[in-house]
């Protein structure tokens, strides 16, 4: 058999690298060809000739019968010379671990020995370090003490005795400490390197020897600890006194104060007040909180004074002080129009600045609280605030007659006293403001004057003309008839009232209205009523501070600085403050931030008071109340904070046991995204008053498909609402009854069971109507007819006067003279 059959030879092949293609199937019948690299183990060639060297070459080749098949001598040889060379490599490999493990195994003992050794000598020679220490401390007292024997009785006698007394030490000394202590020199000699020099690299390290003995090392003491030592130092040297006197502070604390800042304010080291606080049962750290009463105990143990203060001692900085009088300059009076919603109020103003502010209002109607001031003809300089007349604007209108010194009340002549001019009245007798009433709209030929005075006399409002303190001015908007009286009328009260303030001094004010401005940021409308705000005067406003970076006037146009009874536009606030906050202006920056997180923080514990404060019983009881109550979940954004304010009091007012409005959300400024994920969240309408979506906005409310509702008149808003959660309501069901029925006689009907003949008596008899059975005027059943038969025919109802015969589904009790009442049902609409 030759060599060249077509047969792969057997044995170990040579190395390289071979590359193929595998092909990789995947899932939906996708394949993949992967080029693949393989090793080749190396070939051992056997060199020419060997074949034939050694005689007894067939002996060992085997007997060739027993051979695979295909198997020639020549390739047996190589095979077995490649399983020698294989096991003659295991072998070498085998020893050559062998000799490397026990290389290492020698080298792991060596360095073993080598610590422990040097772990031997450093504890002999600090051994012998502490003896010879303790030996010299011995001989020094003792020599001490015979000098003081020597000293005590001096006579010839005693001298041998003393000098054997100070050479006792040295003959007492033990003879192997001297050994140890040579070995020990001996050692640090060596331990300094071949160069026999201390380079001093492991000077100030600790070790793990000295960490273990309590030798130095580790915290090193502090500068203010060696510049103590010396000043104590100094003082022995210049014969004072060493210890320092107890200075005694007055430590403030507050509510709750943390271990560490206790300390730093009483001037102790942590650890000591640390100690105290575990020594009393507390286990605390210097990060923790304490209370009052503990913090007092600790400060008394220290010998302390403490000085209890509180969180809301920070507003102390805006305490209201009184001005002297002849620090108060006269002031423009603060005028508030008031009145029933379309009784033109905005027109009135509008005559007198000789503007068209009106123009610009959605709906004809006033949904801001705006403030302007007007110079008149005399030179005299008036603050008008114009409120809304809407019924949602409730809170604006009570905060115009706060901040207000006068009210002008309008009433439309052709429409006499309304709810909100009623409403208007009382805020003004609330606010204890003297009040003068306007009677607009005397131009109209339907006008009545006299019915608006009589009308008063219910409100206790007594006008002039009917002998009564407050004015009245018959006024026309659009002719401008009785403006000068009008005017004359405020300045004459204003002279009565002598308004002063003092402009020289930190400024206060209301805010009016506040927004947020997309390209001024949050922008706040203040009337500054004592003092004068200037461009740069770090102010706080209820929960906001800011710094004032410009103030605008109500024509727009921007001013330094503005004083008493003169509205702004103040830019600069951190955020949106509410309507009717109080701003105050302080000295710093700090004292601001200070004063608006303590209010922040208040109003946040207070809400948590609040819901806190509920049981486990209460809230039992509202889920099980809201039960049966369907909410609509919505969310408000307006363009202003007294709008926000107004939509969620008059969203709150919609509803009943069974449907309620309740707003996830209500904000100033645009609709922003985070607005639309909320909606989403909750599946709620996004309602924005005078406001937009921005394009994120609009883009994420296609996507999720969230609705977005714009409004710029408000009832228009509260009406829709109203009418989607009318929608909500179930249907009101009603019962109409139709006609009744006598039984006469009751008949047993194979397949169909008890039948009662009846007569109609009254109405009419219908098969699809609902039936009761009455006996004694009691309800024994309610149910539906299987069947109503005039004769033997089925019939689909039967009149009065006419017999039939009825049988009752699922019910058999049935007795002569029992009555049968029929009535049908239907479903009436319900709205709020």
């Known amino acids: 058999m030759s060599d060249s059959d077509g047969k792969k030879t057997l044995g170990v092949r040579g190395g390289g690298p071979r590359s193929g293609n595998v092909k990789q199937s995947f899932s939906h019948g996708r394949t993949k060809n992967v080029v ?30 027993k051979r695979p098949a295909g198997i020639t001598d020549a390739e047996m ?15 070498e490999e085998e020893a050559r671990r062998a000799a490397d493990e026990k290389a290492r195994e020698e080298e792991r003992e060596r360095r073993r020995e080598e610590a422990e050794q040097k772990a031997r000598e450093e504890k002999e020679r600090e051994e012998a370090l502490k003896a010879k220490a303790e030996e010299e401390e011995r001989q020094k007292r003792e020599a001490e003490e015979a000098a003081k024997r020597a000293a005590a009785a001096p006579t010839p006698s005693d001298q041998p005795a003393a000098d054997r007394a100070a050479k006792g030490p040295a003959r007492s000394t033990t003879p192997d400490r001297p050994e ?13 390197g071949k160069g026999g020099r201390d380079d001093g690299r492991r000077s100030g390290k600790l070790t793990l020897n000295q960490a273990l003995s ?21 003082q022995k040297a210049m014969g004072g006194p060493v210890s320092r006197e107890k200075v005694v502070r007055d430590v403030q604390v507050p509510e709750a104060i943390m271990v560490g800042e206790l300390a730093n304010r009483m001037a102790e080291r942590v650890a000591d007040v640390v100690k105290s606080l575990m020594q009393m049962g507390m286990m605390v750290t210097q990060n923790q909180t304490i209370d009052a009463d503990t913090a007092e105990l600790i400060i008394e143990e220290f010998g302390h004074r403490i000085v209890r203060v509180s969180d809301s001692d920070v507003e102390q900085v805006i305490e209201q002080k009184e001005d002297a009088a002849e620090d108060l300059k006269p002031r423009a009076p603060v005028v508030t129009i008031m009145g029933h919603v379309d009784h033109g109020k905005t027109s009135l103003l509008d005559a007198i600045r000789n503007a068209k502010v009106v123009a610009g209002e959605a709906g004809g109607i006033t949904q801001h609280i705006g403030a302007y001031q007007v110079t008149t003809d005399s030179g005299q300089t008036l603050t008008f605030l114009d409120t809304p007349g809407h019924a949602a604007f409730t809170s604006m209108r009570s905060r115009g007659a706060q901040v207000t010194d ?32 306007a009677i607009n709209k005397v131009d109209k030929p339907e006008a009545n004057p006299q019915k608006v005075r009589t009308d008063l006399l219910q409100h206790e409002v007594i006008v002039e003309a009917m002998s009564g303190e407050v004015q009245d001015v018959e006024v026309s908007a659009h002719t401008g008839q009785g403006l000068d009286e009008l005017l004359e009328a405020i300045a004459l009260q204003s002279e009565l009232l002598e308004l002063k303030a003092n402009p020289d001094r930190a400024a206060q004010g209301a805010v009016i209205e506040a927004q947020l401005d997309v390209g001024r940021g949050p922008v706040a409308t203040v009337l500054v009523q004592n003092g004068t705000l200037r461009q740069g005067d770090i102010f706080v406003v209820g929960e ?25 536009e103040v830019l600069g606030l951190n955020g949106t403050p509410e309507a009717g906050d109080v701003l105050n202006v302080t000295s710093t920056e700090a004292q601001a931030r200070e004063i608006a997180e303590y209010r922040a923080q208040l109003a946040k514990d207070k809400r948590a008071a609040a819901g806190a404060a509920t049981t486990l019983e209460q809230l039992m009881q509202r889920a099980k109340e809201d039960e049966n109550v369907t909410e609509l979940p919505i969310v408000v954004k307006a363009d202003v904070q007294g709008s926000a304010e107004a939509i969620v009091q008059a969203m709150e007012k919609i509803g009943n046991d069974e449907v309620r409005v309740r707003v996830l959300h209500s904000g100033v400024g645009a609709i922003t995204e985070s607005d639309i994920g909320l909606s989403e969240a909750s599946g ?13 906005a609009r883009q994420a409310a296609n996507q999720k498909g969230v609705e977005i509702r714009y409004y710029s008149v408000i009832y228009d808003l509260v009406d829709d609402v109203k009418a989607a959660a009318s929608g909500l309501l179930s249907n009101e069901i009603r019962e109409r009854f139709i006609g009744y029925a006598q039984i006469k006689e009751v008949f047993k009907v194979s397949n169909v069971g008890r039948v009662a003949g009846c007569i109609v008596t009254e109405g009419v008899a219908r098969r699809s109507a609902g039936v009761r059975l009455l ?19 089925e019939v689909a109802e039967v009149i009065s006067g006419q017999e039939c015969g009825m049988a009752f589904e699922n019910y058999e009790d049935i007795r002569p003279n029992d009555v049968i009442e029929i009535f049908e049902r239907e479903e009436v609409e319900r709205s709020l």
Request: proline letters at 5%; a positive charge; hydrophobic letters at 40%.
């Open 180 to 192: 140890r202590n040579t070995r020990n020199d001996n050692d640090d000699r060596n331990s300094r």
């Open 36 to 65: 693949v690299e393989t090793k080749r183990k190396r070939v051992m060639v056997p060199k020419p000739g060997a074949a034939g060297k050694g005689g007894a070459g067939g002996a060992t080749l085997g007997d060739p019968s």
């Open 77 to 91: 040889e190589r095979r077995l010379k490649a399983v020698q060379a294989a096991k003659a490599r295991e072998a």
């Open 214 to 234: 309590g030798g130095e090392g580790g915290r090193q003491k502090s500068l203010a600890s060696m510049k103590r030592k010396q000043e104590r130092a100094r």
């Open 684 to 696: 709620a309408p996004v309602f924005g008053f005078n406001v937009r979506a921005n394009a994120p």
């Open 406 to 437: 006068i009210v002008v009340l309008v009433v439309a002549a052709d429409d006499a006293v309304m709810p909100q001019t009623i409403e208007a009245i009382a805020h003004a007798k609330a606010a204890e403001v003297p009040m003068i009433v």
């Open 544 to 568: 906001q501070y800011g710094k004032v970076r410009a103030l605008v006037n109500d024509k727009g146009e921007r001013v330094k600085e503005a004083g008493p009874s003169v509205p702004v």
């Open 775 to 793: 006996r004694d005027d009691v309800v024994i059943h309610e149910g539906t007819l299987k069947t109503l038969k005039r004769f033997k025919d």
